[in-house]
């Protein structure tokens, strides 16, 4: 088996978590998340034949006064960058936590999830325009949730 | 609530350092808790089992540790009571926080230890990074809550992390150190490269090294009815078995004593007593003859492959018949000897004579053809030198021939009458004669007392050609008619002629002229032609030139040159 870290990033309260809670086997208690500002959960799932363990680093959403250990970013294969669709301030954060990620791991995959997906209406959603590696989300009805793990473990993969 | 929480939480942080571990414990705890055994029950079972251990070779270890260092056997039996079981490794990569290898004592699983491993990782990070933000430099080592302890030893590209029922000692650290430092060093290539794949080969021969690493450091187990060993017992059963097996060892080599003592007597008819001392063989008795303490020596040497020493009595008469034939042998043996050594050296002086004699004539004649070579070597040295005298002389008179002729050249370049070729002054156009006159003219005599002056003048003036010349031509010419004879007799004529008179000119008195002229007839040879037809009055004619010191060595040369 093979396993590979991943990261979930993402501005404050943009649904990180209830993402990964929507689709992980098993994890730890919340109170790490906020404590030391991340928490780890698993999901296996086999790509292509392969079979793929995968360590979800949820790491918390940094604010001005609570700064993230930027040891947790090292070492990984991946991440979810995860937006709320809704805040158009957390869309522009994209770019941010890609540079983040890219800093410490240059061969990083990532894929990018438009969370909250529920919130817009059908002419919202048209208005938006997403590329090959990016999802609308939503962790109220489930949609794409896993569609959007899947395609970061093939990229992995690759 | 999120926003409220964090910064009051940050704040509280900042502020107190105690804080911050009260609000890490139950994290840490709480995972660290869930794998770990109570950890008094264990001492106690630990203390039992020393307990039980009774008459145990360790308990007189313990006593005697405690007679030399003065502790009490009680503090010695309580210390190795407290000594932290490790119950789980884990090896972790430290940018991934993926666990590379765990190994875990029988029935002490963790679940998840990959999450574990990860979570773990995560908050090694955590306080990494906060201490580090409290200006402290070292990493965090020590992760205790309760009775469980995470000891996290970090090194290359991984930290390995032992979970103890407790805090462990100096010596349990350095015994982890040293274990974890074997590891790094084997496999720190692999770890460097590890990419999550569990397949690797390395993997299992790591897990193995790790699972003997926690035999070996794990406590004794007790055992409730185990008996109780007395050490008496064991030195005992020894001390039986050595005196065995050196009656054993000693019966062995009587009994082969006794074999051959009974082979000696069916060949020989003698009995003799073999003893054995210090690996060295006695042998005592009465021999009949020399022969058989031949056989003896013989059969004893097959037998034992040794010598031995002679204490057996043996016949005198026989003895001195035995000496004297002995002494009869070797006297032949050496004047055999002696003879043969004496033919071998004359014949050997015979070669070295005849080799010496070959050598010498082959030396002298050597000699010989070396004198020839040198007188020869002389010879052509001497002949060199000669000719190389030469021709520098002919060199020199070169040289200066060719300084004359370039030096006549500029004094006459007005006219065509000087040949440059021989260094002659031909007076072909001066109407010296009539035909058939060997008077000169009187009206060309200026002309050509004012060319032979010059001439004279050039040569004769000049100090350095001055020596060279040895002499002065004057060639008569007449023109093509008439008889050869009378022409050569004319010629003659009017060259002697021309001599007189040149003679009576102050130039040739001032030269002493009058000893180095020479008169010759030239007949008709060289008549002047022109455009086809012969100008018999410019053949009728002199020329005067002059002759050099050595010409005809000069001339040898340069055709020995051109040669």
């Known amino acids: 088996m093979i396993r590979k870290k991943i990261l979930m990033l993402g501005d404050f309260a943009v649904g990180k978590t209830s993402l990964v809670r929507h689709y992980i086997d098993n994890t730890f208690d919340d109170v790490y998340l906020t404590t030391i500002g991340v928490k780890v959960s698993k999901k296996m799932l086999a790509v292509n034949h392969v079979e793929l363990e995968l360590l979800i680093w949820d790491i918390e959403g940094e604010t001005p006064s609570k700064k993230i250990p930027k040891a947790y970013f090292k070492g990984a294969s991946g991440a979810i960058i995860v937006c709320d669709a809704s805040r158009k301030e957390t869309v522009e954060g994209i770019r941010e936590h890609i540079g983040d990620l890219l800093a410490f791991n240059r061969e990083a995959k990532y894929v990018i999830a438009y969370n909250k997906s529920d919130l817009l209406s059908a002419q919202q959603k048209e208005t938006l325009s997403l590329s090959e590696n990016t999802f609308l989300t939503s962790a109220k009805d489930g949609s794409q949730i896993d569609i959007l793990f899947t395609t970061l473990a093939k990229e992995i993969l690759l | ?563």
């Open chain 2, 1 to 563: 609530m999120q926003s409220v929480i964090s910064p009051v939480i940050a704040q509280e942080i900042a502020e107190n350092k105690d804080k911050m571990i009260d609000a890490l414990y139950p994290i840490m705890g709480g995972m660290i808790s869930k794998y770990v055994t109570n950890a008094i029950k264990e001492m106690m079972e630990h203390i039992n089992a020393k307990i039980e251990e009774g008459l145990s070779f360790e308990r007189y270890k313990r006593k005697l540790k405690a007679k030399m260092t003065g502790v009490s056997e009680t503090e010695i039996l309580l210390e190795e009571s407290l000594d932290a079981t490790i119950r789980s490794l884990f090896i972790i990569q430290k940018e991934t926080g993926l666990l590379v290898a765990e190994v875990h004592l029988e029935n002490r699983e963790i679940n998840d230890p990959h999450m574990v491993a990860s979570m773990a990782s995560a908050i090694k990070d955590f306080v990494n990074d906060w201490t580090e933000k409290a200006e402290e430099t070292s990493e965090v080592q020590l992760l205790s809550y309760g009775n469980a302890t995470l000891y996290i030893e970090s090194a290359g590209s991984v930290y390995l992390i032992a979970f103890l029922d407790t805090e462990p000692d100096f010596e349990q650290r350095s015994k982890i150190n040293v274990f974890f430092a074997k590891i790094i060093k084997k496999y720190s290539r692999f770890f460097q490269d590890f990419d999550g794949d569990d397949s690797a080969p390395e993997i299992q021969t790591i897990e193995e090294m790790m699972r003997k690493f926690l035999r070996e450091t794990k406590p004794p187990v007790p055992r409730e009815n185990a008996a109780k060993k007395n050490p008496l017992k064991y030195i005992l059963i020894l001390f039986l078995l050595l005196c065995f097996a050196y009656a054993a060892y000693w019966g062995k080599g009587k009994y082969e004593l006794y074999l051959l003592e009974q082979q000696i007597s069916r060949q020989t008819g003698a009995h003799i007593t073999i003893e054995k001392e210090n690996h060295t063989l006695y042998l005592k008795g009465y021999l009949a003859s020399i022969k058989d303490f031949y056989t003896i020596k013989k059969l004893i040497k097959e037998k034992t492959g040794k010598d031995f020493v002679n204490e057996m009595y043996l016949p005198p008469e026989e003895m001195d018949q035995k000496l004297m034939q002995q002494k009869k042998t070797m006297a032949q043996t050496v004047k055999r000897l002696s003879l043969e050594t004496n033919r071998a050296l004359k014949d050997q002086q015979h070669t070295v004579k005849v080799l010496e004699n070959t050598l010498t004539s082959k030396y002298d004649r050597l000699e010989q053809k070396v004198a020839g070579l040198e007188a020869e070597l002389q010879t052509i040295n001497t002949r060199y030198h000669t000719t190389r005298k030469k021709l520098d002389t002919a060199i020199s008179i070169s040289v200066m021939k060719a300084h004359a002729l370039e030096k006549l050249k500029e004094a006459f370049s007005h006219t065509d009458a000087f040949h440059p070729k021989d260094g002659s002054l031909d007076f072909k156009n001066k109407h010296l004669f009539e035909a058939g006159q060997s008077v000169p003219k009187a009206d060309s005599l200026s002309v050509l007392k004012q060319g032979f002056k010059k001439y004279i003048t050039v040569l004769m003036g000049d100090k350095q050609i001055k020596p060279y010349i040895k002499g002065f031509v004057i060639e008569g010419y007449t023109d093509s008619s008439g008889s050869y004879d009378f022409n050569k007799a004319l010629s003659l004529e009017r060259a002697k002629q021309i001599k007189k008179y040149v003679l009576t000119l102050p130039v040739s008195k001032q030269y002493h002229l009058s000893k180095i002229i020479d008169a010759r007839g030239m007949a008709d040879e060289n008549p002047v032609i022109i455009n086809g037809v012969e100008d018999r009055e410019a053949s009728r004619r002199i020329k005067i030139r002059f002759v050099f010191n050595s010409d005809k060595a000069i001339e040898s040369i340069e055709k020995a040159l051109n040669d």
